[in-house]
């Protein structure tokens, strides 16, 4: 059998939220969310453990994780993801160069980490932050108005 | 600077403008006891005749909305407050949940009051980090005020508001689609009906409402219905299923404009207003090539249709889907449509929830033949097809289950509509070779980015 892999902190985590639903299954985001967290990614054996505390099938978890495309599953992301929009507003003041320069500065197709794992480097939909076009949210941190030389500069940054 | 005066948006910017203390300062809460000392159903009929509609983009009238829940049911009801927004364009609920989150939790609680919901849950899209923050906290401080818990304010109304994420799904804004991700699903919107207000979380009576919606409801009964009327628009007496444009509106504006940002202003103002009047006009000097009028789901408005009246009505009378999210984005005229298509059709390929054919393949499709066109190998004959995708996907043509398939086609029946010759001329100058070509082509791989 696989490594348990959901500390207790976790585990309790998760627990909390039990009470807040009327089902067990509504805690499936909260608990991936809070896997996520600590983990920067959900592996497969902690889908089949969040799987256990929520009493259900592996594959019910797995679906919903597979559906929304911000948990990872097979490696960690970097500490800082990079989101960067490509979405109209952004597109319309300079979003694809943005992202093209990052990409050939960090030699990084969007969804890859750089090897020392310091930055995941992802294209993002609409992050409704349209009226400081291009923009850029590097963890929980909104950057306005991105010229290339201020991506260097964040980049340079992230530790 | 028109002489409106802001008031969904009259605490944003003051320091601290987050907390409960500045926000009762100005009065804060007020609403809610008042609302408490009524009936549910006088508050609900309050909301009805004041004609507010909801801001989320389908402007349904919200008190209508709140009557189709089933009397005397057992229970319990539930209230979503969709604040998943994604249209892109669209930042409005951002800034209210960031700047003025006790507005928006204390037009929450006065709507679960009126539907009498015993549980509310606030789904937020996960790229809101400060926002879920602050309304975090925000709730925090209500339940130390006696605003949210057991017995709020003496009243014997008890209600509970959790805080639950998104995770980066525009399709999660779509009500059932909303309410499958909370059941802990993948957000796959349910065929209509039941509705909500019958079978809805959890397979009970559900309301879900805009963020922005709430925030109305508290000036609502704070001010009264005859203020929120005497602002906007009465309906047209052409049109007997139009329910009119009542109350403030918060404009998102962005792309091409000197001062982007969010601006309120009375429902029915017009586009041409919106951008020089609040947004400094159209940046270096240049003209508006196209406008999308509300998200860009709504389609796109030409250079020369900015008197468009931007209320429920008006965009709909230049060929738009409608008014949406009120997200008017601007194009100057050195923009090339080809790109604007692209990237719109690229977005809601990657959003389609893909359980329905026409949706997930329509739009995909679309994608493929414009990053085709764009990288010079189109024919004349995609437009076609292109027209063809437009005409047949979506809840209008009755051959999808939500709306996102519609928000697709828009844009590029208008496109196709209003930027025909571009797109022709287009395809003729970087394919000299092969654009009248009409057997089948191979599609390119698909490009992420350069
Ligand atoms: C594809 C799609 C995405 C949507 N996204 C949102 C959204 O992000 N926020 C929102 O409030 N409504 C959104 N809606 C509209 C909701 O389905 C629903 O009409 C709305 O939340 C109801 O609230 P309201 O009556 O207060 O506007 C979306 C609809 C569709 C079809
Ligand atoms: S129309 Fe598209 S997004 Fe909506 S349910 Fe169908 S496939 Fe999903
Ligand atoms: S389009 Fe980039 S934030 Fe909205």
């Not at chain 2, 919606?213 to 704070?222: L, R």
């Not at chain 2, 030409?302 to 009378?317: R, T, V």
């Not at chain 2, 398939?405 to 844009?411: F, K, L, N, R, T």
Request: include cysteine; hydrophobic fraction near 35%; glycine fraction near 10%.
């Amino acid at each position: 059998m696989a490594d348990r892999i959901l500390t207790a902190e976790m585990i309790d985590a998760i627990k909390a939220f039990i009470p807040r639903y009327p089902s067990k299954q509504a805690v499936t985001l909260p608990a991936l969310h809070i896997v996520n967290e600590h983990l920067r990614h959900v592996p497969l054996q902690a889908v089949v453990e969040i799987a256990e505390i929520l009493e259900l099938h592996p594959a019910q978890v797995q679906d919903t994780l597979s559906f929304y495309g911000y948990f990872k599953q097979d490696k960690p992301a970097g500490r800082c993801r990079v989101w960067v929009c490509r979405s109209i507003s952004c597109a319309l003041r300079g979003a694809d160069q943005l992202l093209a320069h990052l990409s050939d500065t960090l030699h990084l197709q969007p969804g890859e980490t750089t090897p020392d794992g310091r930055i995941t480097l992802e294209y993002a939909e609409c992050l409704g932050a349209c009226e400081h076009a291009p923009c850029i949210l590097a963890n929980n941190d909104l950057h306005k108005s991105v010229s290339s030389e201020q991506a260097d500069e964040l980049v340079k940054s992230i530790a | 600077m028109p002489d409106f005066q802001p008031v969904l948006l009259a605490n944003v910017g003051k320091p601290d403008s987050h907390t409960r203390r500045v926000y009762e300062q100005t009065g804060g809460y007020q609403a809610l006891r008042k609302a408490l000392g009524m009936q549910p159903k006088d508050v609900i009929e309050a909301v009805k005749a004041s004609g507010l509609r909801g801001r989320g983009g389908a402007g349904f009238p919200t008190g209508l909305k709140w009557t189709f829940l089933p009397q005397n049911h057992p229970g319990p009801i539930y209230f979503c407050l969709n604040a998943d927004e994604s249209e892109p364009g669209t930042f409005n609920n951002r800034i209210l949940m960031e700047d003025d989150p006790h507005q928006v939790i204390e037009g929450l609680i006065i709507s679960c009051f009126a539907t009498q919901a015993r549980a509310a849950y606030y789904y937020m899209r996960c790229e809101y980090p400060l926002a879920f923050q602050r309304t975090s906290a925000a709730v925090a401080e209500c339940y130390e005020a006696g605003y949210l818990g057991q017995n709020i304010l003496g009243s014997g109304y008890s209600l509970d508001i959790y805080m639950h994420r998104g995770a980066g799904a525009y399709i999660c804004g779509e009500e059932t689609g909303l309410i499958e991700s909370l059941e802990g699903k993948r957000a796959w919107p349910r065929i209509k009906p039941p509705f909500p207000a019958v079978e809805g979380a959890f397979r009970k009576p559900t309301v879900v409402n805009n963020v922005e919606t709430a925030a109305c409801v508290k000036q609502i009964i704070e001010r009264g219905v005859d203020w929120f009327k005497s602002i906007g628009v009465p309906p047209d007496p052409s049109n007997p299923r139009d329910a009119g444009s009542y109350g403030p509106k918060l404009y998102c504006l962005s792309g091409h404009v000197n001062k982007p940002g969010c601006y309120e202003a009375p429902l029915g103002i017009t586009c041409q207003q919106l951008i020089d009047e609040y947004g400094g006009g159209v940046w270096k000097g240049r003209k508006a090539k196209a406008v999308i009028p509300g998200g860009i789901s709504m389609g796109l408005l030409k250079g020369d249709e900015l008197h468009c009246p931007l209320d429920f009505n008006g965009p709909g009378k230049f060929g738009c889907l409608g008014l949406g999210t009120a997200a008017v984005v601007v194009m100057d005229d050195q923009t090339q449509m080809i790109d604007v298509l692209e990237n719109s059709c690229r977005f809601f390929s990657h959003e389609s929830c893909g359980q329905c054919t026409p949706c997930r393949e329509g739009t995909s499709w679309a994608t493929k033949m414009l990053t085709r066109i764009k990288h010079g190998k189109g024919r004349l004959k995609d437009l076609d097809l292109l027209a063809e995708i437009g005409d047949t996907i979506g809840i209008m043509p009755g051959t999808t289950i939500c709306g996102l398939a519609d928000g697709a086609a828009w844009p590029i029946k208008n496109c196709l509509q209003k930027f025909r010759p571009e797109l022709e001329e287009y395809i003729k100058r970087t394919n000299p070779t092969g654009w009248m070509e009409t057997k089948p082509v191979p599609a390119l791989q698909l490009q992420t980015i350069h």
